[in-house]
T-cell receptor, first 113, second 115 residues
Framework: KQEVTQIPAALSVPEGENLVLNCSFT??????LQWFRQDPGKGLTSLLL?????REQTSGRLNASLDKSSGRSTLYIAASQPGDSATYLC????????????FGTGTKLQVIP | NAGVTQTPKFQVLKTGQSMTLQCAQD?????MYWYRQDPGMGLRLIYY???????DKGEVPNGYNVSRLNKREFSLRLESAAPSQTSVYFC??????????????FGNGTRLTVT
C-alpha cells in the first residue's frame, strides 16, 4: 500500500527566506506526483505536476523535484512571502489501476512578515 | 470562478439523519471523485466515477452512496450519518485526456459535522 509522508507537519519562516518542503512515498511505481496548495476553508489548487519520467518542474518562485528511486520529492519556494502561507500537499498517482491518487497529510507553512 | 461547485458549504446533522452532498462541474470532464479530508490523515478517496453512469468504490466507501446522473453532476449521500463521518468533503473533476499531464480540479469543500 502506497504511503505518502510530509515532514515537517508545520513550518514557520521569516519573509524572504528560501525554504524546502519534503514529500516521501513508499512505492516508487508512480505515474506522476503533484503538489497542491490549500488555503484555509478552500479546496486544493494545483501548483506543479511532475511526470515519472521528469526530474523537476518550475513555475515562478516554485521548483519541484522528483527522485523516484529514493521515493522523494521536494518543493522549493524561493524568497518566501506572507502570501505563501498555506498548507502544501503532495499527491502521487499510481501506475495502472483506476488512476488512484494518494495524498500526503500536508505541511502547514507560515511566512512571517 | 468556473470549475467544480459543491453545495452546501457547511452542514450540521444529528446521528442517523441523511443528506446528499452535491457536486457539479462545468468543464465537461469525464471523471469525478469524492474525497474526505481529516486532520492527520490526508485526503482519502470515497468513491469515483470514471464516466457518466459508472461508479466505483475508493478507499473508504462504507456509509456512503454515490450517484452520477449525468456528466456534470456527482452526488454523495449519507443514508444514516454517524459522528465518524464528521469531515471536510471534496469533489474533484478530471479531464478525459488525463494522462498525468493535466491536474485534478477541486471544489471548495463541504464541512460536515455530525453530532
Amino acid at each position: 500500500k502506497q504511503e505518502v509522508t510530509q515532514i515537517p507537519a508545520a513550518l514557520s519562516v521569516p519573509e524572504g527566506e528560501n525554504l524546502v518542503l519534503n514529500c516521501s512515498f513508499t512505492d516508487s511505481a508512480i505515474y506522476n506526483l503533484q503538489w497542491f496548495r490549500q488555503d484555509p476553508g478552500k479546496g486544493l489548487t494545483s501548483l506543479l505536476l511532475i511526470q515519472s519520467s521528469q526530474r523537476e518542474q518550475t513555475s515562478g518562485r516554485l521548483n519541484a523535484s522528483l527522485d523516484k528511486s529514493s521515493g522523494r520529492s521536494t518543493l522549493y519556494i524561493a524568497a518566501s512571502q506572507p502570501g505563501d502561507s498555506a498548507t502544501y500537499l503532495c499527491a502521487v498517482k499510481h501506475s495502472g489501476g483506476y488512476q488512484k491518487v494518494t495524498f500526503g497529510t500536508g505541511t502547514k507553512l507560515q511566512v512571517i512578515p | 470562478n468556473a470549475g467544480v461547485t459543491q453545495t452546501p458549504k457547511f452542514q450540521v446533522l444529528k446521528t442517523g439523519q441523511s443528506m446528499t452532498l452535491q457536486c457539479a462541474q462545468d468543464m465537461n470532464h469525464n471523471s469525478m471523485y469524492w474525497y474526505r479530508q481529516d486532520p492527520g490523515m490526508g485526503l482519502r478517496l470515497i468513491y469515483y466515477s470514471a464516466s457518466e453512469g459508472t461508479t466505483d468504490k475508493g478507499e473508504v466507501p462504507n456509509g456512503y452512496n454515490v450517484s452520477r446522473l449525468n456528466k456534470r453532476e456527482f452526488s454523495l449521500r449519507l443514508e444514516s450519518a454517524a459522528p465518524s463521518q464528521t469531515s471536510v468533503y471534496f469533489c474533484a473533476a478530471v479531464p478525459p485526456e488525463f494522462s498525468g499531464v493535466v491536474p485534478l480540479h477541486f471544489g471548495n469543500g463541504t464541512r460536515l459535522t455530525v453530532t
